[in-house]
């Protein structure tokens, strides 16, 4: 008998007779099945099988009796029927209906191929006794197979028909629709795999494992093709895991399901984004927005399932997650990167964040909380030298502030991790908490300048209001210290002490804010200790550094928290008797004493001072000691900005008689050439402005007169700055009719010089001096001299009026603006600290060779006509220039020809 007449009688055959000749023609059906050759005829021998013979099979004879032997068949018929396909295309076009009609006949074929398979797994799924995966090893992958074949067919469809997918895409839709039928069927199939420790063999377990990669596969395959199935098929993959968790909890491939998940995670939620960007986008040609008004809907409720999927997983898989914390950690970053208040959000229409933070920080919250317990994800957070790009430094804050906010709650072992950091050479460094929140605050420019605004914290019977960064961080500090056990108080000085030393200032601000709730929270003796370290540390600057100032600031705070007593126990320690403690007096203030410590501490200071400054004087007067007398007039100056009831008249003319002998020594051409002359050219005249009504005329004359002459030269900013403190003093009192020839003619000249300055913050007390002059001087007559400039005049009655400079810059020109801020600050402080941890910034510069005293007459002269010539090259520049300048000008050319003509002539004997 024939083999179509042997198929043609078995089609006759009722139930019954099927199932009484099972045994003998099943052999022969399926020999004659794997011998077709033509497609058809092998599909139809193979639904014969199927309808036929297999609901005969038992359940434990399938796979070896029927479905190993049939199934690898229709696998390799499908690949050929897909090479077939592929190789099709190329040549389709609606010119060609012959190629047309034979590329759907063969998609029609894997169409066919498809049905079979759901049916079989129909069959397969109606079995009510256990089921194992050995019943249906070939079958699985058989079907992982084609789907995934056929998934990559339709996802590739656009680039691979190449603008001819509407001759074909009824047909893709329909052969997509059946892969999706019969996926859906053979997860129903799986679900009921039963896996038991007791019966369960390694190849079992391995099979499995091969299934849940094989899923995984398809599922990102089919990422962006549909929703719906891309969410089953996550929620398949997560169910089989975790119920058969104890078997396959050290073979699942964990890296992969979370980098899945995270991926899908940060694509559903930048779609979000984007469509409710457009939200905002006016409708165009029937594009209305309630499209993208459900477009958006449906994308939040699917990043809200793979979250909430996300979470799930870590939850039951969080010991085998140790390589995976790195994902994890950069999908919290990522996604409060471009969320409010983050500076790189987007803007969207009013209550589409309000939906999105239903989601994103409820579900990164719990996975924190999740995680907070598990070391290696502490070691990736805290991780020093963290390599990511200065956007994500903001959400690291957000970060390290909501574990802190958290680990209170945590065990005594997991907050010693977090807050302790390591420093052995075999682990990974891991940096404390709080020097981790410091080093990531100080990168967050942009958003402290803004500022960005984050919810405050709750008062009763009051709204909640936000705050900017920098209040958000220092509360949650504060509250942090609270709550944390005293033993970790040393791992916090030490890192509150590096904030401190850092150059940027925002950061040792944030420090000395949270050092100084640190010293009232605590005891009045820790705060007694505090006060001791920061004044040695004081003492043991050397010269001006960035590092001094934020000490000082800090110790001038902490001076005004420390209790009486303790206060005695300090001015005994570092007596202001004793020279070598002006330096630190210098940067307290008087009236955070003891009202019956202030009178003789503000004596001692002062005597203290002069006295320094005599011996100066007494001595050689060489510049290598003149430090010594900036400290001691910089103490002077401390106790006269204080204005205390100790600083007598006798006291004051005691200053007045030191400053009269120290001016002497003053000469324009040092001032421009050595700093340290700056520095005491400066605090003298700060300390004439704080002392000008006891002053005598004799030396007000002289500054003034040592003023015209000095800044036409261009000194620098300090000096001028001491300058226009001195110069708005002069408002508060009388000249005396002595020298008004010499100083009243002077002063518009002086005034007018600054206030056509071209730095912003020159002018800016330029006309702060100006104006309290003009308020509060009684000779009149200088304020309208000092405004003969339009231009001058324009700008002091803009700033009596209260007049903003208005410049238009939209957020996203300021946000660019800061972030370009930014990267110069980071270069900038990086070279800093770069100085400071060669300790070189803490050390004085190296000397330089001694010169003849020829030599140092030599190099004066010329620094002083170098900067005569800068200063008469910015005016020439500034406004049009006399006719006679043009004469001077070509004079002083002839003069410095002749100069270097006479150097030039050979030495007469």
Known sequence: MSQSSTIDEVCQWNEEMCRTMLKTALPELISIYQCSESGSKLLRSLKILIDKFLPHIRLSEIEQTFASQVLPKVMTLFDELANEVTQHTGGLSSQNPGLQAALRNTIQFQIQILEILVNLVDHMCKFEEALALKNIHSLSLAVIHILKNTFCHCKESETLYSGRLDLVADILQSLFKEAYSLQKQFMELLDRIVLESATSTDEDIESMVTVVHSVLEICSVISKMDHALHANTWKFLIKISVKHRALLEDKLPHDRLVAGLCEDILYSFNSCLHFAEQMIQPAVEGNTNSVDCKLFQKTLKLCRFFTNTLVHYVKEFTDFLSTSCRLLHHLYLQMYCKFPPSINAPILPDGSYDQIACIVPVALDALVSQLMSYRPFMEIVLQDNLDFCSELAFPQCLLLLNIMDKLPSQSEVVQ??????NQISEEKTRLPLLHSLFLNFKRCHAELSLPAQLPGVMSKGQAQQSVSLYEYVCTHLCSFITSISASYFPELECS?????????????LLASDTWCFLARYGSADLCAHHVSLIADLVKSCCGDCFQLSHLSLLLWRLLFLMAAEHQVIFVKRFSPKEASNLLLWRQVSIKALAPELQRPITSDIIRTAIDQCRRWQSGKCSLGELEHVNVALAALLAVCHTQGEGLTSELQLAITETLCQIWTFLTVEQVLSQHCVQQTMALVLSLVASLIRVVGAALIAQVVLF???????????????????FLGSLGTTVISPDVQGVVLPKLPCLFGLLLADQSWLILQHALQGFTRFAEETCHEEVVPRSLVSG??????????????ITTVECKELRIERMKQENTALEAHFSSLSQCATNDTAMQPSAKRARKEPHEEQYESALETAENVFKTLQ????????????????????????????????????
Not at 416 to 421: E, P, Y
Not at 791 to 804: E, G, H, I
Not at 883 to 907: F, G
Request: net charge positive; proline share 8%.
């Open 496 to 508: 509150l002490l590096d904030a401190v030393l850092s150059p940027y200032v925002l950061t040792a």
């Open 707 to 725: 003023l015209s002459f000095l800044l036409p030269l261009n000194p620098p900013d300090h000096v001028r700055l001491a300058a226009l403190e």
């Open 416 to 421: 010693s991790l977090w807050c302790s950091g």
């Open 874 to 909: 910015n005016l020439l520049k500034q406004e049009p220039t006399p006719h006679w300048v043009t004469v001077r000008l070509q004079a002083l050319q002839e003069t410095i020809i002749a100069l270097n003509s006479s150097k030039q002539e050979p030495m007469k004997i």
């Open 791 to 804: 231009n001058t005049k324009s700008k002091v009655v803009s700033f009596l009026n209260k007049q903003a």
